[in-house]
């Protein structure tokens, strides 16, 4: 169970991985209920959430992303670039400003 106020309540939902709910202690009960009553709901859950661990929020898959990332920026012309990862996050890299003169 999560709430749609955490931050990655969308990709949970995307992935089949939480029930989703607006944090209202009705709703949380209902999903409760519901996911206890459901032995095959749950086990879809439990099967997605490991999923979703693996390939997303594991140390490896995130590390992956960031490296994934930085070697993007390292690449980029001067000047602001922005990338997307897989999940469709936006990334704007500014380098600073860098001086045609030199001073003495």
């Known amino acids: 169970m999560c709430t749609d106020s955490c931050g990655i309540a969308d990709e949970l939902a995307h992935r089949g991985a939480a029930m989703v709910t607006d944090g209202s202690p009705e709703a949380l009960a209902d999903a409760v209920c519901g996911v206890l009553a459901d032995d095959a709901k749950r086990d879809a859950l439990v099967a997605a959430g490991h999923r979703a661990v ?21 690449h980029a012309p001067l000047g602001i670039s922005s990338r997307a990862d ?10 600073p400003a860098r001086s045609r003169t030199r001073s003495r």
Not at 54 to 74: K, P
């Open 54 to 74: 693996r390939e997303a929020f594991s140390i490896h898959a995130v590390t992956d992303r960031l490296e994934a990332i930085y070697r993007g920026a390292c």
């Open 86 to 95: 897989d999940s469709g996050i936006r990334y704007a890299v500014d380098p």
